[in-house]
């Protein structure tokens, strides 16, 4: 049926709408641009109609009249090579009337539209990398389609349904007589395109695709070579995760992983095993190769799928915390009741006591390849370290176990890649903590003017950039008994610690009267701006540098805190630290002494401030009055 059909169709035939924006926008990029790898869509239709099946069997749980005509599952690819269709049939749930137009006429993945709002107008330049970015699922028949067809009965009802659009931009929607209808399930047929024909209207080549990307679909799946041909079983419908390693091939593994993950890369690690003992359950993981477009969907929902005694219970089950959701796992066991409801499910012993052990599983075999691989885990972990990251915080029970996979970037290692095992072992002479600097971006915590004492004495700061560090050093106790201490909050404290080779001590590690008198007249200037001046044992070269006072939050975590409303109160004031052998301080010290121009050092406490502010990231606290500053000093200074 072509849109002009659709348009013109009588207002009894059925009801014509035009498609969700976003389901347009991806429908003209698929039919127009991508072709590479065209071959996704039976795939796609495949695990639909498996999915179709497992909620069907979930359902008759309750209801067993759904499904009581005895007849098992199974899912039927008929070619008509003549006639240059292709359908896809399965005898699951069904659809009603609403569910057409919420499946078929909306999107509704997140990966999806997050794809589609992240290439914006790059849209011709990145539609060839579209497949395997995200799960494009029912919207692929149309790469090869002309026009698809979809018939479709609800299981446990009378009416029937048909669905028909040519991708252009509408569908129809019109009741289906019961003789025409499927008993119940749906048939999708596909009305191929020329090329398209010419390539899947070919029995040996839908076999080979079917046995390739199907092959661990947990439902049979039968070929029907033309029409009126018997059906010829092609799949066993056995679930991947019931067999043994050694029956499956690294190409199963990843056919099923694309499948269950909605990618379309490798996996980085493959979990597959079988607890036994007081709870007996199966399992198959994996570990993405690339970011998940819901890697930080505030919601941070797991993407588990339960299964009990092979019945689908949920896709989102609750089964890996929060900061392990980027795993795509299958868990399936025979202790849980199949007859309760998934909420119930969730909330009973045994459910928690499968969590804990599939978490600590997956910790586990983490930490073998951040131990045997070092190569694959350093991809893993800048996939997902962030992420990892959040169990620092969240996860005080697992958080040794963290330590050992976390790496961080240092001032001695910028690249990353640092252990906290590394770190102590290099710890200098009289170090006794572990320093770090938190931000919003590496390449400025590699130029903050707080480090500069801590490299003349040679001592590492790791370099904190995501914005969970600024929580879970707040709350890590320390590593292999050393505290965690940050740069930027209270007194350095590193005199203790003798200089690196090369390195010269500060020209005057005593601050004298000068100096202690102009630091006086800086913090009665800056009163309403800082809690303290003082001079700085941590700078080695910058003049002045902010720091927060010895006890409350970082400035890090605070400034976090104020953007989201949770600081709970007015926030504190910063200390400004000032190098007294900076020769711009001693320079103002004696003209402050000397009873010149008070007005220009009283300029100058504003403007070192104000660099401070900047260095850290922050604009000016009075941008109109930093420049009046500024133009005030530069023209004293040309004469």
Not at 5 to 21: C, L, M, R, V, W
Not at 140 to 147: E, G
Request: charged share 30%; aromatic share 8%.
């Amino acid at each position: 049926m072509s849109e002009a059909d659709i348009e013109t169709a009588p207002a009894a035939a059925g009801e014509t709408k035009a498609f969700q924006a976003d389901v347009s926008r991806l429908l003209d990029l698929m039919v127009h641009s991508i072709y590479s790898e065209r071959d996704v869509f039976l795939r796609e239709l495949i695990s639909n109609a498996a999915d179709a099946c497992e909620k069907l069997r979930y359902e008759s749980i309750a209801e067993p009249s759904l499904a009581a005509d005895g007849e098992g599952f199974a899912i039927r690819v008929v070619l008509d090579k003549d006639a240059k269709t292709l359908a896809v049939v399965d005898n699951g749930i069904g659809m009603a009337r609403d569910d057409l137009d919420r499946a078929l006429g909306t999107i509704a993945s997140s990966g999806t539209k997050a794809f589609l709002d992240r290439i914006g107008d790059r849209a011709e330049e990145e539609s060839g990398n579209l497949i395997g970015q995200f799960g494009i699922g029912f919207y692929s028949a149309f790469m090869v389609a002309d026009s698809v067809e979809v018939r479709t009965r609800r299981a446990g009802t009378d009416q029937a349904w048909r669905w028909t659009s040519d991708g252009k931009g509408s569908y129809a929607v019109a009741a289906l007589p019961l003789d025409e209808a499927p008993e119940r399930g749906t048939r999708v047929t596909l009305h191929l395109n020329e090329e398209a024909a010419k390539e899947f209207g070919e029995p040996w080549r839908v076999e080979r695709l079917i046995k390739e990307h199907s092959g661990a679909v947990a439902v049979p799946i039968d070929l029907v070579e033309k029409p009126d041909a018997e059906p010829r079983r092609l799949t066993d419908g056995a679930a991947l995760w019931a067999k043994n390693k050694s029956e499956i091939t690294p190409e199963q593994y990843t056919e099923f992983y694309r499948g269950v993950a909605a990618q379309y890369d490798e996996p980085a690690l493959t979990i597959h095993y079988r607890a036994e003992g007081r709870h007996e359950y199966s399992v198959l993981a994996f570990v993405p190769g690339s970011k998940p477009f819901d890697l930080f969907d505030p919601q941070r929902k797991g993407r588990t799928k339960l299964y009990v005694r092979r019945v689908l219970i949920t896709d989102e089950a609750d089964l890996l915390p929060g900061w392990l959701r980027f795993v795509r796992a299958v868990v399936d066991t025979a202790d849980l009741p199949l007859n309760v409801s998934r909420e119930m499910v969730q909330n009973s012993p045994i459910f928690a006591a499968i969590r804990k052990g599939v978490t600590n599983r997956v910790l586990g075999d983490l930490t073998k390849m951040a131990d045997n691989d070092a190569d694959g885990f350093a991809k893993v972990w800048e996939n997902f370290g962030a992420v990892l990251k959040e169990g620092l915080y969240e996860d005080p029970e697992r958080r040794d176990g963290l330590f050992k996979l976390a790496r961080f970037a240092s001032t001695k290692h910028p690249d990353g890649g640092r252990t906290l095992v590394q770190y102590v072992a290099d710890l200098r002479e009289n170090q006794t903590a572990i320093y770090y600097l938190v931000g919003d971006d590496l390449a400025r915590l590699k130029t903050s003017p707080q480090l500069e004492g801590f490299r003349a004495r040679g001592i590492e700061v790791l370099l904190l950039p995501d914005a969970v560090d600024a929580f879970w050093v707040q709350n890590a106790v320390g590593f292999e008994g050393k505290p965690f201490k940050s740069v930027t909050q209270g007194a350095a404290d590193i005199k203790s610690v003798p200089l690196a080779e090369g390195e010269k001590a500060p020209e005057s590690e005593e601050v004298g009267p000068k100096i202690a008198t102009l630091l006086a007249f800086m913090k009665q200037t800056l009163e309403g701006s800082v809690e303290d001046v003082r001079a700085s044992d941590r700078l080695s070269e910058s003049p002045a540098c902010l720091i927060a006072p010895e006890f409350g939050p970082d400035r890090r975590l605070e400034k976090i805190l104020a953007q989201h409303g949770k600081l709970g109160g007015a926030a504190s004031k910063p200390v400004l630290e000032v190098n007294p052998g900076h020769p711009l301080v001693t320079a103002l010290a004696e003209r402050y002494a000397g009873e010149g121009d008070r007005a220009v050092v009283e300029d100058s406490a504003w403007l070192l401030h104000d660099e401070a502010r900047i260095m850290d990231g922050e604009l000016p606290a009075d941008a109109a009055a930093f420049a009046a500053r500024l133009r005030r000093v530069m023209e004293k200074a040309a004469g």
